[in-house]
């Protein structure tokens, strides 16, 4: 098993940082390999709309630190997507992320979209400032939907809340949790 963590968030030592990397933890206890790409380390530009990917079995034209990540999407099994809700929606590098996942539907990637074909694992986690976990649910829905439509094998954490009052370092029920849940995904990759 293979598993890349993404941390969508400015924030170095953030709460997307310690949910993202708290999993991985979990995971790398049970023998998974991990590597782990935030985006306070990396320069990822917006997808350019320039449709080269799919024009030619080139990939992405853009050549930034994404490269990293598809080089890295390549053989992940599983992808641990940290999100962190901006303003009603997933944070801007979130969404810069998934518009350069356009170059994965690029004749360079095809193969993973054959009919058949095992998906990539996609495991979503929001998190907010706000407690009502309740608030933003018709958006992170539709996150989950959007990401299935992508032919990814979605499941979707329950939202992580009420940072605001605490930061995530300092809960110690998500400490265990997110852990917990990564050690089970490690344990999973076994199984197969
Ligand atoms: C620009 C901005 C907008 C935010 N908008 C919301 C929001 O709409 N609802 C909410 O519950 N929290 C909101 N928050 C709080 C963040 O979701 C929360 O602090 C999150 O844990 C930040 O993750 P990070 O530390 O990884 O950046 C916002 C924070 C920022 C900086």
Known sequence: MNIIGIIAS??????????????????KEQGTETSTFGFSDLDIKPCCGCWACHKSDQGCVIK??????????????????????YMGQMS????????????????????????NAVKQKLILSFNQGNP???LFKVYTDYTKHMFEVLEFDVTALPIVTDLRSKPAHEREDLRTGLKEFGSTLGLEGHQK
Do not use: C, W
């Not at 170095?12 to 979990?26: D, P, R, S, Y």
């Not at 801007?92 to 054959?114: C, N, V, Y």
């Open 10 to 27: 400015q924030r170095k030592e953030g709460n997307t940082a310690f949910i993202v990397n708290k999993i991985l933890e979990g995971a």
């Open 132 to 134: 009502d976990a309740g």
């Open 64 to 85: 930034d630190d994404m490269q990293k990540i598809y080089d890295a999407l390549e053989h992940a099994e599983a992808i641990v997507l940290g999100l962190p809700i």
């Open 92 to 115: 801007a590098q979130g969404k810069i992320f998934t518009d350069r996942l356009f170059a994965r539907f690029s004749p360079r990637f095809s193969p993973f979209f054959k009919e």
